[in-house]
């Protein structure tokens, strides 16, 4: 068998241990929180971010860097973006030198609109980076609910390997050759999320929620095309497939601090009390730096800020969207 190791010790890293655990890998997840991890040991559950999971005592799960690298032939990047860099700068020169490292992180990092893999490719330019995204929630992942992603990497070849190491009867992984547009819509979708919750707790339905995921698709391709992903990702499991569920779920974190700012509660207070990263909050400052950049318009994306950082109602934000100039339907 063969060493991974995942670095993030939140839901989604713990359960995809889980999964590598399946596919015959043994397995360490290294958290930064020693109390939480001297508690994920004590109870061999991780209660934080994903209860009621029982976790194999053949799972190792440690505070201690050189201890989760020993041996390690596969690296999970599962670190939010905003302790992204600085997380895996700590891992210099303990990462065994070319080890393929597998990014699972869902945003852009705002100081540098950098990808996740593209911060982890500045680090270790030796190793290959590879994007596994889709319509995932840890909570179904881990229990072996039927789930299906996308992985992506620059060649067909690296893909269908990383395809091998993650794929189980209940997780099933389809691979991909866009990482650009696979990553990117994994931190675009995000943005929508959060209007897609505000909708919720506005109160309003079916039509306005659909029409809303419907025209942030094309939103997050008009953005992505420009930055050099394939129009087609955004059809498929990554794009569409990752908003649907980001969108309508009530596991989704940013659709869940959407709803809370459609009902009118404030953005710190929200923050002060949900536990998990939304991504989507930091992803909105670079999605708006980015469209500046490339000069495409997202009018969704700029509600969406003008909520969370300069104090728009959301029901204005939301009739300011509807009360648009017309258009002729297009991507």
Known sequence: MSRAVV???????????????ETG????????????????????????????????????????????????????????TRWLREVMMSFQGLLPARVPIVSVTKGI????????????????PRSTVSILSGPSHAEEVARR?????????RTREIARRNQRRFTTERFRVYANTDPVGVELAGALKNVIAIAAGACDGL????????????????????????????????????????????AFSPHGRNRHVGQRLGEGQPLERILRETEQVAEGIETTRAVIKLARKHRVDM???????????????????????????????AW
Do not use: C
């Open 7 to 21: 670095i993030g010790a939140g839901g989604w890293g713990t359960a995809l241990a889980l999964v590598l655990m």
């Open 25 to 80: 890998h043994e397995v360490s997840i290294w958290g930064n929180d020693a109390a939480n991890v001297d508690r994920i040991n004590r109870d061999r559950e991780n209660t934080k971010y994903l209860k009621d999971v029982p976790l194999p005592p053949e799972l190792v799960v440690t505070a201690d860097r050189e201890e989760a690298m020993h041996k390690a032939r596969l690296v999970v990047s599962a670190t939010p």
């Open 109 to 124: 990092e705002v100081s540098t609109l950098k990808r996740p893999s593209q911060v982890l490719h500045q680090l270790f």
């Open 145 to 153: 609910i039927p789930s299906s992603v996308v992985i992506a990497s």
């Open 203 to 246: 109160g309003f339905g079916d039509n306005t929620k659909s029409a809303l995921v419907t025209r942030g698709i094309v939103e997050m391709v008009r953005l992505a095309t420009k930055m050099g992903a394939r129009k087609q990702t955004f059809a498929g499991l990554a794009g569409v497939g990752d908003l649907i569920t980001t």
């Open 299 to 329: 009018p969704i994306s700029r509600e969406v800020s003008n909520i969370l950082f300069h104090g728009k109602d959301a029901a204005e934000a939301l009739q300011s969207l509807m009360t648009r100039s017309t258009k002729t339907e």
